[in-house]
């Protein structure tokens, strides 16, 4: 008689995902309201700022640093995870910074979350809802970041490594749907 154990998922994994679900089908519940409004009388497009197409390259480069990282921390290469780690944590933070700065060139071109209408309100509702879930992530980076160079946190788990992993390679995926998406549509 073999005995088959079951592998389990844990509870941290288990609970991101369902956390990237529910994220899933808000953004979508969004992007479907922003097809069906789009279609009305007096909608207006806005053009997307330039710095929105850097924070891409920004967000794409930061999600590939993020890869090398958990690869480090399994190997063990620990000044080169918190080397990448660090690198990745700049990156999550500059490309908010850039967001900032996209959402100021929107005002200065006239377009506001309050009194617009059409493409814009869509816009800083969806991005702006992304940059929050972007800053959440970089707060867990930078979290990863201190416990990586602290001296009482010698733990060798990878699960954290792999939940924030994971988190960023979705935000960033999102980040590329939203902006193809604006792209497409405006």
Known sequence: MVSSQRQKVHPHKFT??????????MFAGLTSAYIVKGSLPGWSTVEMPQIFYYSTGVMLLSSFTMQM????FKERSMNRYRRLLTVTAVLGCLFIVMQVIGFMQLQASGVFLNGSTGAG??????????????????IALLI??????????????????EVISTYWHFVDFL??????????KR
């Open 175 to 184: 980040w590329i749907y939203l902006f193809v998406f604006f792209l497409i």
């Open 69 to 72: 990282a958990l690869k480090s």
């Open 16 to 25: 991101l995902w369902i956390a990237i679900g529910s994220i899933i089908m």
């Open 144 to 161: 990863m970041f201190f416990k990586a160079f602290s001296r009482k946190f010698r733990n060798y788990n990878s699960v954290p490594v």
């Open 121 to 138: 309100q869509f816009l800083y509702i969806i991005f702006g809802l992304h940059a929050v879930h972007v800053l959440g992530g970089a």
